[in-house]
C-alpha cells in the first residue's frame, strides 16, 4: 500500500520516526545546553527549541546545491540536513577553537551560529553543487538578510548566463536550480534590512525561500509592538504575485502541525525553484519552551494563558500526538525514541566537553612541569603556590595557565643571581613555552581575517603608446571595465544608474549594451542590499563589482559591509569567502553629501576588507584589475572630481595592476614629507609649488591603500630624510589622519626620526558646506598645507621662514 506521499506505509513511517528522533535530539540539545550555561560551563545559550518541526519540514525541501542564510535558532534544520551533529552543537557552545570539533566558526562564534565550508584550504570553490550549503550566521538580526538576496540572485544570474554553463563552473551551480533559503525570527522582520531583501527579492523574482519563525515576541516585546497589524503576512499582503502581477507567494501554516508543514513547504519549493518566483513562509504559533536565551526567563513577560498555550502546543509534543493519532507508531515506540535521545545528546556533550577540554589540560600539565623545574629557585614557595592553585582548577581555560605563566615569569627577572643559575634554563624554557603559545593562540583566535592574496599579485605597469594620447579619467575606468568584462564571464557590474545610462560619471558607458542586462545593470536604491546582493554572489563564486553611487552614501551599506563582509573569513576561519569588489566615488565635489570623505569610520569599521583610496582613474582601473586577481573583498574610492580630469592613455587596458600596501612617492623633497591620498594629493601639490617659490623642498607620498596600510614601511624612509611630517587628509579632525598618524610614528617608529612635533591637516568637524567657498572654508585647501607645511619651517628657523600673516 502506498500513502499519499507515494512512499509505502514502512517507509513513510521510518521517515515519520525519523523526524520525530531528529525533533527530539535537537529539543533535548537545547535543554542540555541551556544546563551547560546556567553551570557555567558554557557563556551564552540560545537554542532552537520550539522551531523544531517547521524546521525538520523545511530540511526535506532543502536539495544539494542549496543555500541557507539564517539565524541562530536553526539547528534543527542544520541536523536535518545533515550538516551538524550533536557533539559539534556543544563543541560550538563550549567556543572549542579547534575547527575539527567546531567547524561552524572554530569557536569564534557564540554557539549557535551555523556554516558549512563553502571553499578548501588553498581557497577555491568546493563542489557547492553536491553540498547543502549554509552561508555563516551573524549575530545582528535581520543580518542574514542581504546576503540572502545575493544568494538567490546567483541563481538567477547562473541560469540566465549560458557562459557559465560550461565545466569551469559546473561545481557552483547547476544552471541556477538552487533554492536560497532564508529564516527570521518574526520581531527581526521590524528591521529595515528584511524590508529592503523582500522588495528587491520581489522586484528581481529570485528564487528565495523566506520562512519567518513567528513566536510573538522579540526577547519581551510582543508583536504589538514590532509589525503593523500583528502579522507579516498581512503587512506582506501586497507582495503577493497575481495573474499579471509578478511578486511573492505566501504561504501560512503553523509551527506545530508537523502534517501542514511538510505540505507547505512542498508547495513553496515548487513554485520556488521551478519558475524562481520568491516565496514567503508565514510559520505562525510557534513557541519558545526556555524563552529566549540563557539571559533571563521569560515568565518575565509572558502571562499564564500563554505559557500554557506553549505548553499545550508545543511542536514536539504536538508531533507526537500526531503519530500516535495515525497510528505509526505506539507508546512505547515514542517512549524508546525519546529516551535514546536524551542518551545520544548526553553522550554528545560528554564527548564534546573532554575534546574541548583535554588539549587545555596537557597545556596544564606541560606548565605545572616546568613550574616544578622552577621550584628550586628562591621563589619557589611562591612558585609553588601558583602551580597548585592551578592545578587545583578543575575546569582550566587557556586564560588561568597564561596569568600563571606570566605570574612565574615576573617573580624571576631574567637576571637571576649567579647562584639561581639553575633556574635560568627552566625560565627559558617556561618564556619560549609562552612564546609558542602566543603564536598558537594568535591562530587559534586571530587567523584568516584576509586570505592575503591580493598582497600577492605582481604590480604592473601602465603602459603607454609613442602616440601619447590623453582621455578623461571616466573614459579610462570604461575602457577598462570593458577588459574586465571580456576576459572575466563571472564578473557582473550593477548599482544605481549602472546599466542604462552607463553610471552618473559615465565609467560604464555602452557596456549593458555590450554585456548584455545581466552583465551591467541598473538596482534600486537600496544600497544596503545591494551590498548584500554582491555578498551573497561573491560567495557562490561570481565576481561582483557592487557601485555605491556615492561614498557619502555608503554609510547605508557599512553595516553589512562591517557585520558580515569584514568578518566572513575570520568567523569561518577561512571556510567561506566573498570576494566582493565595491566601487564607489568621493572625496570632493560641491555639496553636502557629495562630498564626504569619511575614512576612519570605514577603516575602522571594515577591518577584512582592503580600502583603496587611488589619485586618479588610472589607479583605480589598476586596482581593479589586481583585485579581480585575488579573492579578498575590498573597496575602492575612485576620486570624484577625476572623472573628467585627462590622463595618459593607457595600451594595456585590464592588465595594468596597481599593488596593494605599497605608497609612491610622487614627488621628492628634503624639508618636510606629506603623507596623503585620493583627492588630496592635487591639493598638496598645488601648495607644494607654492612652497617651492619659498625655497621649502616637499617629499609628497600618496599611500594608495589604507587598508593595507605600507607594508615595507616605505614612508619612514622619507620621515629619515626630512624629519617633518604632515600628514594630510578630508576626514574630520582625528579620523583618518590620526590612522595615518599611529602607522607612522608608532608602527613604523617614525617618531625617532623626528625634529618637530608631528602634524595632521584635516576637514572641519562638520560636514562641507555647499559651493566653492563652502569646500574652501570646510576642507583642507592648498593654503591650509602651505601654512601648515610653512609652519614648521618657521619653528625650526623663524629668521629664514619669518611669520606671515
Ligand atoms: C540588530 C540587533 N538588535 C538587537 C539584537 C538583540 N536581539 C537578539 S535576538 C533579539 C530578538 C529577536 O526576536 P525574533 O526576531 O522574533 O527572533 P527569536 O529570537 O524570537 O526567534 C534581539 C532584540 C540583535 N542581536 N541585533
Redesign the pocket.
Known sequence: MKTTTGLSFEEFKTTVLNDFRIANESRQTSLLGRKEVLTGKAKFGIFGDGKEVAQIAMAKVFKAGDFRSGYY?DQTFMMAIGALTLEQYFAGLYGNPDINHDPMSAGRQMGGHFATPFIDEQGNFLDLVNRKNSSADI???AGQMPRLLGLAYASYFFRINKDLQTKDFTHLSNKGNEVAFGT?????TSEGPFWETMNAAGVLQVPMLMSV?D?G???SVPKKYQTTKESISDALAGFQRTKDKPGFEILLTKGWDYAHLCETYEKAIKVCREEHVPVLVHVEEVT?PQG?STSGSHERYKDKARLQWETDFDCVKQMREWIIQNALATEVELNKIEEDAKAAVLAAKNAAWKAYLEPIKKEVTEVASLFTELEQSNKGSFITAIKNELLAIKEPIRKDIHVAVKKVLRSLTPNLSPKERGALDARHKLSDWLGLARIENDERYSSTLHSNTALHIAPTNAEYGTDQKQMDGREILRDNFDAILSKYPQTLIFGEDAGKIGGVNQGLEGLQKKYGEHRVFDTGIRECTIMGQAIGLAMRGLRPIAEIQYLDYLLYALQVMSDDLATVQWRTKGRQKAPVIIRTRGHRLEGVWHSGSPMGMIISACRGIHICVPRNMTKAAGFYNTLLEADEPALVIEPLNGYRLKENQPTNFGAFKTPLGIPETIQEGSDVTIVTYGSCIRVAQDAIRQLQEHNISVELIDVQTLLPFDINHHIVESLKKTNRVLFLDEDVPGGASAYLMQQVLEVQGGYQFLDAEPVTLAAKEHRPAYGTDGDYFSKPNADDVFDAVYNLMHEANPAQYPAIY
Open positions: 535558532r549575530s545582528p538580526t527570521i525570527g518574526d520581531a527581526s519563525w513566536d515576541h522579540g526577547i519558545q529566549h
